[in-house]
C-alpha cells in the first residue's frame, strides 16, 4: 500500500490527532507545573521564565514545534468533524445521544473551539507582548519581569472570567480527549481502567489548578 | 411480570416513496396495542389497519425476529433498536411504552446507508466491506485441515467468538455521532486477526476493508463509546483499538 493512501486513511488520521493532542497535554502538564510556581515563589517563577523565554533549544526549537503541533490539531478537529458531518447528511428528528455517551464525547468540537478562541486571547495577552519586547522592540534582558506581567493581567475581573470558563471548556475536552486519544492509539488492554482514572484526574487537576492560579492572582494582587 | 394489557400509542414515522424521493415524518394513531406484542409485531398492526383503508403500508426491514440475523434496524425514539440495551428492534417489546406514549420511528441515517423505502435502508456497503477482507481463504480441493486440529489459546478464541458475534446490522453506525462503521470493521478483522488461520492474510485484510470503509462514505470514529452501548451483540471498543493496532503494523508492513 503506499503511503500516501495510508496517510489519507481514517484511522491514520485519528492517530494524527491522538499523538498531537498528547503532545499538547504534555506541554500544558509543563505549563501548569511552572505557572504553579508563581502562587509559592515569585522568584522561582521568574527564574524558569526567564529561563524558558530566553534557551535557544526551547525558543527556536520546542516553540515552533509546539505551534505547529496547536495549529495541526485545531485544523485536523476542524477537517474530521466536517468529514464526520458530511456522512450523515439527514439528521435525525429525535436523536437522543445522552444515552449512551457523555456531553464531553459528543462535543469536542465546541470544547475545542472555545479553547481556540481562549489561545487567541491567551497570545494576545502574553505571547505577542513577549514576542514584540524581545525580538521587535529588542529590549534589555530583565529577569524579574514576568511575574509582574502575569499579576497585572489578572486585574482584570473579566479577563480573570474568561479565562475560568475556558478552563472550564478544556477540562471537558480533556476529560473525554485523553482517554481517547489512547484508544485511538491502538492502547486497550489490561492498563486501560488506571488509564482512564488517570485520565479524568489529568482532566481535572490541570484546568482547575489553572483557574485556581488565575483566581489567586486576581484576589491577592 | 406483570400481565399483558392494551395500549393506545401515537407514532411519528418517517415516510418516503423511494430512494429519491423527498421524506417526511407522518403521524398515525394506533389504538389496542398488546404490551405482550413485539415491537415489529405493532407495525404489523399499524400495516393491517393502513392496508384496510387502501393506504400504503409502512415499509421496514425484518427477517428472523429472533435477534441474530440482523435484519431489523429502525431508530427509535432517538435510540437505535429503540431504548433497550442489548436488543434488536425485533425483541423490542411494546410493554417498554406506556398508554398515550408517541413513538419516533426513523430508519438509520448515514451517507452509507441511502433510504430504499420509509424505513428501509441498503446496508450493501457492510457486504462490499466484508467482501475486501472479511474472510479466510481456505483450500476446499479435500485437503481442508479440520479447525479444531488447530490448537488455539482459549483467550484469544473467546476474544474472536464475541467479535464474531457482530450481525452486522449497522446500529453502531446509526448511533455514532458521526456515522462511523468502526466497531462492525473492527469486529470483522478481529475476529480473524486473533486466530492463526486469520493471521496468513491479516495486513492485506485490514487494509483493503479500511480502505473500503473509507471508500463508502463513513464518518470517523471519535470513541464517544455510544456504538458499544447500543450494540445489540455487546461487540466492544476493545475491538476498534485492535483494529487501529492492526492498520499501523500492516502499514508499516506493506
Request: aromatic fraction near 12%.
Given at each position: 500500500m503506499?503511503?500516501?493512501?495510508?496517510?489519507?486513511?481514517?484511522?491514520?488520521?485519528?492517530?494524527a490527532?491522538?499523538?498531537?493532542?498528547?503532545f499538547?497535554?504534555?506541554f500544558l502538564?509543563?505549563?501548569?507545573?511552572?505557572?504553579?510556581?508563581?502562587?509559592?515563589?515569585p522568584?522561582?517563577?521568574?527564574?524558569?521564565s526567564?529561563f524558558m523565554?530566553?534557551?535557544?533549544l526551547?525558543?527556536?526549537v520546542?516553540?515552533?514545534?509546539?505551534?505547529?503541533?496547536?495549529?495541526?490539531?485545531?485544523?485536523?478537529?476542524?477537517?474530521?468533524?466536517?468529514?464526520?458531518?458530511?456522512?450523515?447528511?439527514?439528521s435525525?428528528?429525535?436523536?437522543?445521544?445522552?444515552?449512551?455517551?457523555s456531553?464531553?464525547?459528543?462535543n469536542?468540537?465546541?470544547?475545542?473551539s472555545?479553547?481556540?478562541?481562549?489561545?487567541?486571547?491567551?497570545?494576545?495577552?502574553?505571547?505577542?507582548?513577549?514576542?514584540?519586547y524581545?525580538?521587535?522592540?529588542?529590549?534589555?534582558?530583565e529577569?524579574?519581569?514576568?511575574?509582574?506581567?502575569?499579576?497585572?493581567?489578572?486585574?482584570?475581573?473579566?479577563?480573570?472570567?474568561?479565562?475560568?470558563?475556558?478552563?472550564?471548556?478544556?477540562?471537558?475536552?480533556?476529560?473525554?480527549?485523553?482517554?481517547?486519544?489512547?484508544?485511538?492509539v491502538?492502547?486497550?488492554?489490561?492498563?486501560?481502567?488506571?488509564?482512564?482514572?488517570?485520565?479524568?484526574?489529568?482532566?481535572?487537576?490541570i484546568?482547575?489548578g489553572f483557574?485556581?492560579?488565575?483566581?489567586?492572582?486576581?484576589?491577592?494582587? | 411480570?406483570?400481565?399483558?394489557?392494551n395500549i393506545?400509542?401515537?407514532?411519528?414515522?418517517?415516510?418516503?416513496?423511494?430512494a429519491?424521493?423527498?421524506?417526511?415524518?407522518?403521524?398515525?394513531?394506533l389504538?389496542?396495542?398488546?404490551?405482550a406484542?413485539?415491537?415489529?409485531?405493532?407495525?404489523?398492526?399499524l400495516n393491517?389497519?393502513?392496508?384496510?383503508e387502501?393506504k400504503?403500508?409502512?415499509?421496514?426491514?425484518h427477517?428472523?425476529?429472533?435477534?441474530i440475523?440482523?435484519?431489523?434496524s429502525?431508530?427509535i425514539?432517538?435510540?437505535?433498536?429503540?431504548p433497550?440495551?442489548?436488543?434488536?428492534?425485533?425483541q423490542?417489546?411494546m410493554?417498554?411504552?406506556?398508554?398515550?406514549?408517541?413513538?419516533?420511528?426513523e430508519p438509520w441515517?448515514?451517507?452509507?446507508?441511502?433510504?430504499?423505502?420509509d424505513l428501509?435502508?441498503?446496508?450493501?456497503?457492510?457486504?462490499?466491506?466484508q467482501?475486501?477482507g472479511?474472510?479466510?481463504?481456505v483450500?476446499?480441493?479435500?485437503?481442508?485441515?479440520?479447525?479444531?486440529?488447530?490448537?488455539?489459546?482459549?483467550?484469544?478464541?473467546?476474544k474472536?467468538?464475541e467479535a464474531?458475534?457482530?450481525?452486522?446490522?449497522?446500529?453502531?453506525?446509526?448511533?455514532?455521532?458521526?456515522?462511523?462503521?468502526?466497531?462492525?470493521v473492527?469486529a470483522?478483522?478481529s475476529?480473524?486477526?486473533?486466530?492463526?488461520?486469520?493471521?496468513?492474510e491479516?495486513?492485506?485484510?485490514?487494509?483493503?476493508?479500511?480502505r473500503?470503509?473509507?471508500?463508502?462514505?463513513?464518518g470517523?470514529?471519535?470513541?464517544?463509546?455510544?456504538?458499544?452501548v447500543e450494540?445489540?451483540?455487546?461487540?466492544?471498543?476493545?475491538?476498534?483499538a485492535?483494529?487501529?493496532r492492526e492498520?499501523?503494523?500492516?502499514?508499516l508492513?506493506?
Open positions: 503506499a503511503k500516501s493512501t495510508m496517510l489519507k486513511s481514517s484511522i491514520a488520521k485519528k492517530v490527532m491522538a499523538l498531537s493532542g498528547l499538547l497535554m504534555l502538564a509543563q505549563h501548569f507545573f511552572i505557572n504553579m510556581t508563581s502562587v509559592f515563589s522568584d522561582t517563577f521568574n527564574s524558569i526567564h523565554g530566553n534557551n535557544p526551547v525558543q527556536y520546542i516553540q515552533p514545534i509546539l505551534i505547529v503541533g496547536v495549529i495541526f490539531h485545531f485544523i485536523m478537529g476542524f477537517t474530521l468533524d466536517l468529514k464526520n458531518r458530511n456522512a450523515r447528511p439527514v435525525y428528528v429525535k436523536f437522543d445521544g445522552a444515552a449512551n455517551s456531553w464531553a464525547s459528543r469536542m468540537i465546541i470544547s475545542g472555545v479553547v481556540l478562541a481562549f489561545l487567541g486571547l491567551h497570545f494576545y495577552d502574553f505571547w505577542f507582548p513577549e514576542m514584540i524581545k525580538y521587535v522592540d529588542v529590549n534589555a534582558l529577569p524579574t519581569r514576568y511575574f509582574h506581567e502575569l499579576a497585572e493581567k489578572f486585574e482584570s475581573p473579566v479577563r480573570t472570567g474568561l479565562y475560568c470558563f475556558s478552563f472550564l471548556l478544556l477540562s471537558l475536552h480533556l476529560w473525554h480527549g485523553f482517554n481517547s486519544s489512547f484508544q485511538s491502538g492502547a486497550n488492554n489490561k492498563f486501560t481502567k488506571a488509564s482512564h482514572k488517570f485520565g479524568y484526574a489529568f482532566a481535572i487537576v484546568p482547575f483557574i485556581f492560579i488565575a483566581l489567586f492572582h486576581h484576589f491577592n494582587h | 411480570m406483570s400481565a399483558a394489557k393506545n400509542i401515537n407514532l411519528k414515522i418517517w415516510r418516503q416513496k423511494n429519491k424521493a423527498k421524506g417526511s415524518m407522518e403521524t398515525y394513531k389504538d389496542n396495542v398488546s404490551t406484542s413485539s415491537f415489529l409485531e405493532m407495525l404489523d398492526q393491517e389497519e393502513l392496508v384496510n387502501k400504503e403500508p409502512v415499509a421496514f426491514d427477517d428472523c425476529r429472533e435477534g440475523c440482523g435484519m431489523c429502525l431508530y425514539n432517538g435510540r437505535a433498536h429503540g433497550d440495551t442489548g436488543t434488536t428492534t425485533c423490542l417489546h410493554r417498554k411504552f406506556n398508554d398515550g406514549d408517541t413513538i419516533f420511528i441515517r448515514s451517507k452509507a446507508f441511502p433510504v430504499v423505502k428501509v435502508v441498503d446496508r450493501s456497503s457492510f457486504d462490499r466491506i467482501q475486501a472479511g474472510f479466510v481463504s483450500n476446499t480441493s479435500g485437503n481442508t485441515i479440520d479447525a479444531n486440529a488447530t490448537p488455539i489459546n482459549k483467550g484469544d478464541a473467546d474472536s467468538f464474531a458475534a457482530c450481525i452486522g446490522c449497522g446500529a453502531c453506525v446509526a448511533t455514532c455521532k458521526n456515522g462511523s462503521a468502526m466497531l462492525f473492527g470483522k478483522v475476529q480473524y486477526a486473533l486466530l492463526p488461520q486469520g493471521k496468513v491479516a495486513t492485506e485484510r485490514v487494509l483493503n476493508m479500511v473500503q470503509m473509507d471508500e463508502e462514505g463513513f470517523n470514529c471519535t470513541n464517544t463509546g455510544a456504538c458499544e450494540c445489540p451483540k455487546g461487540i466492544s471498543l476493545e475491538n476498534i485492535r483494529m487501529n492498520y499501523l503494523s500492516a502499514s508492513k506493506g
